[in-house]
């Protein structure tokens, strides 16, 4: 997960993705009050964009309202947020302050069908407490005053590349669902999924 072009910054929620703890100086230079917990710096980051994660629990909810405080804090830049449909639930009204600013950023639902993260951690996965409400995403922007936005639904590769290239061109707010499998995890995930069945079994 990161930014697509020079002028993005970009947010992440839950993420699995591998990568390494850094202070990077876009970062360190902030106040300290506004300066996020963990800075992780992935493969695609480049100079001049910025990506925050805030790492394991605790934090499900975070990202939507960090992405609106980002866009405020640099309107000039896009900001891509990228977020669970778990963690997107529990603070997705804050979709109507961005387009009450005026702020147009590109949000990415990763839809999987539940808390995938508590899923794989688990003892037993398909527990009904890892089960999120079946929304219809792409109709929130609209229901949420987002009356301009590109809403776009994708569930293969092909799709996620054309959606991907007509949010580089919009000019308004972009919203993209992504339906994946229930359990699609990056190789980190699943290497945490197999250390804590080993706990389990152990128990």
């Known amino acids: 997960m990161a930014s697509m ?3 993005t910054r970009s947010m992440q929620s839950r993420s699995t993705a591998a990568g390494r703890v850094s202070s990077r100086p ?4 902030l106040p300290k009050p506004v300066r996020p917990q963990w800075v992780l710096v992935l493969p695609i980051c480049r100079p001049g964009r910025v990506s925050t ?3 394991l629990w605790g934090s499900i909810g975070w990202a939507t309202p960090a992405a609106l405080g980002t866009a405020v804090a640099a309107p000039d830049r896009r900001t891509v947020l990228v977020t669970g449909e778990g963690s997107h639930q529990m603070t997705v ?4 302050q961005f387009a009450r600013l005026g702020l147009k950023p590109i949000v990415f639902v990763l839809n999987n069908d539940g808390y995938l993260i508590e899923r794989l951690l688990a003892r037993d996965g ?8 079946p929304w219809r995403y792409i109709e929130l922007p609209h229901a949420l005053g987002c009356d301009d936005w590109l809403c776009l639904r994708v569930s293969t590769c092909g799709e996620l590349d054309e959606a991907m290239l007509q949010a580089r061109a919009a000019t308004t707010g972009v919203y993209i669902e992504v339906v994946t499998g229930r359990y699609v995890s990056s190789d980190l995930a699943l290497k945490l999924q197999t250390a804590m069945q080993a706990i389990y079994k152990a128990s």
């Open 126 to 133: 398909e527990a009904a407490y890892n089960d999120v409400a």
């Open 5 to 7: 072009t020079p002028e």
């Open 93 to 96: 009204q804050e979709l109507g």
């Open 53 to 55: 994660i805030r790492t």
């Open 26 to 29: 876009a970062i360190s230079s």
